[in-house]
């Protein structure tokens, strides 16, 4: 909300939000799409089978879209980076073939980096030419290296002059990696969600792109500091309606979060997107996207006391710390990766071949990471 200065700031402790998306493009009607078709009355006649042509033409239509699906998704997920010092973790799932959300990361000057994220009004081929192009002008105008708001503001001129039938939503922020800190500016999207000990929404506004050509940005910084998180999504997932009507919301996200703060941005990621599956039982009314950032901890045993718990729970890693790794605890890089051969195969006997496959890998990119 804005203080006496007229900036924002940001509001500590979860409130109930009063207000959606300003996009709100997800319209009512659907459910009732999704109601079963009638049968076909007895005695009616048949619908008459598609000729040899038709079939042909149907065929190459779902080829073109799996190929215009694959490129979509290609650029998504060759955006996604690898940060010393940090976990990123950035999932998209659209409603249909083709999806209008977006996310994006780019290297900036002076060590920073610029992380989007954005929701296109419309859906499927017409929302996903509008996220194309959206994300044309963003990477172009994020490269001039200005703030958060001003780049936002520049964005907005652009949506308006390539897409003048469009509205989006876009969420930029950009992020010292060395020191945490992060400074944000925000185009009607969803507001950034800090997870440590307690939750706390980074207020931000601001009208979505493709609206006025006047409209200005305001910037919030914060800082994570080590084991903390932020989550970036998109009103897909509060959305997310149920046959019934009922909607995943607000709350339902934040319990789920609270329930395990401390769960790593992969596991948080397919968590809640398994909630929202269920929650929909597999129909989604409108595109989901997460992007969610956690810095590592300081201590290199204490966070890799973390990735163990976070692939094989708290029973199963104390028992394997007490069993393997008490005894000669390592000090450092080099010595974890002397462990490692005997850690994997005592955790192969206890665990099976694949998790503990999956356990080795993710020590290997943790030690990674500290090495750099």
């Keep these: ?12 402790g979860l409130r109930r939000r009063d207000w959606t998306s300003l996009l709100a493009h997800r319209q009512r009607w659907i459910r009732h799409a999704r109601r079963p078709i009638a049968e076909q009355p007895a005695g009616a006649p048949a619908a008459p089978a598609l000729d040899e042509a038709a079939q042909q033409r149907a065929r190459e239509i779902e080829q073109e879209l799996q190929l215009a699906r694959d490129i979509q998704q290609g650029l998504l ?15 998209s799932l659209p409603a249909r073939d083709l999806g209008g959300d977006l996310y994006d990361f780019l290297p900036l000057r002076n060590g920073l980096h610029g992380i989007m994220i954005g929701d296109v009004s419309g859906k499927g081929l017409p929302a996903a030419l509008r996220m194309a192009v959206t994300r044309t002008v963003f990477r172009h105008e994020a490269r001039q290296n200005r703030g958060p708001a001003a780049t936002l503001a520049d964005v907005n001129r652009g949506v308006l002059s390539e897409i003048p039938h469009g509205m989006v939503t876009m969420l930029y922020l ?5 020191s945490g800190v992060i400074c944000c500016a925000n185009a009607g999207h969803t507001f950034p969600l800090l997870i440590a000990d307690d939750l706390t929404e980074l207020d931000i506004a601001g009208l979505p792109l493709g609206i006025d050509l ?5 910037e919030v910084t914060a ?27 607000f709350e339902r996200l934040a319990d789920l979060i609270t329930a395990q703060p401390q769960r790593k941005p992969r596991a948080l990621a397919s968590a809640l997107l398994h909630e929202v599956r269920a929650w929909t039982n597999g129909i989604l009314s409108d595109d989901v996207t997460l992007v969610i950032l956690r ?3 300081l ?4 966070e890799l006391q973390s990735v163990i718990t ?6 199963a890693m104390t028992a394997l710390w007490e069993t393997v790794i008490a005894s000669a605890t390592p000090q450092n890089g080099e010595e974890w990766r002397e462990l490692l051969p005997h850690l994997q195969k005592h955790a192969q006997g206890q665990l099976g071949r694949g998790l503990a496959r999956e356990l080795t890998q993710q020590i290997r990119l943790t030690l990674d990471d500290y090495r750099e």
């Design 214 to 218: 006047d409209s200005e940005y305001s």
């Design 310 to 315: 976070d692939v094989i729970g708290v029973e």
């Design 299 to 302: 201590d290199l045993n204490a």
């Design 295 to 297: 810095r590592r901890l």
């Design 174 to 178: 950009q992020l010292d990696p060395v």
């Design 1 to 12: 909300m804005p203080g006496s200065n007229g900036r924002f700031v940001i509001e500590s």
């Design 223 to 249: 800082t994570l500091t080590p084991g903390q998180s932020l989550l970036l999504y998109t009103d897909g997932l509060i959305e997310a309606e149920r046959a019934d009507g009922a909607i995943f919301g």
């Design 77 to 91: 997920l060759e955006a996604a980076p690898r940060l010393p010092g940090w976990e990123v973790t950035a999932v």
